[in-house]
């Protein structure tokens, strides 16, 4: 999937989940011990925003989704290979076919990639309205730190200083047998 912008080839080449889990509104409730003793009762709450967003449970299900796909990529480019990563768990349509290309393309150049981007994803819209539900997200990938390297050496290789180490990407994501998935990825040539 995307990680650098500079071609389409070069984007591929440089190869491509929130760790969003969701927050969790606890309520302890004190108890009293008689009638003249009253023991505090603790409450955190939910931000504001979330609370107000009726959707901030699907939301963390899809940011959740999100994470899941990128750490099964990371694993796959971290060796060359799809199998035993669970990307087919998380990656659906364009999604797991452009990342099954971009491991065969590694593969055969002899390639892998040592290190993990950076994510920071926020999703932006969701549509529960129809089926298949659907869910957009957007996110700054920093891959200033996932380098593609010689697989046998583990020489660094080369990419076009001009490319984009921090760049806006933009997802999409779908339910697939009631199970969310990541279908498309859609780099902007932008810097974030």
């Not at 452009?98 to 065969?104: E, G, I, T």
């Not at 593609?148 to 984009?164: H, I, K, N, S």
């Amino acid at each position: 999937m995307p990680v650098a912008h500079l071609t389409q080839t070069d984007i591929r080449r440089a190869g491509l989940a929130l760790a969003a889990g969701s927050a969790a509104v606890a309520v302890l409730a004190g108890c009293t011990s008689g009638p003249a003793e009253k023991k505090p009762v603790a409450t955190t709450s939910a931000s504001p925003s979330a609370s107000a967003d009726p959707q901030a449970a699907v939301k963390a299900e899809v940011a959740a989704v999100y994470r899941s796909y990128w750490d099964a990529q990371v694993k796959a480019f971290a060796k060359a290979d799809v199998r035993d990563t669970g990307l087919e768990k998380y990656a659906f349509d364009s999604a797991y076919a452009d990342a099954l290309a971009d491991v065969a393309g590694m593969k055969v150049r002899g390639d892998v990639m040592t290190g993990a981007p950076v994510l920071t994803p926020q999703v932006t819209a969701i549509n529960l309205d129809q089926e298949p539900k659907k869910a957009s997200i957007t996110d700054c990938l920093d891959v200033t730190n996932w380098k593609v390297v010689d697989a046998t050496t583990g020489a660094e290789r080369p990419l076009p200083a001009e490319r984009l180490k921090r760049s806006v990407t933009n997802f999409e994501a779908r339910t697939v047998g009631g199970k969310w998935m990541i279908t498309s990825a859609e780099p902007q040539d932008r810097s974030c």
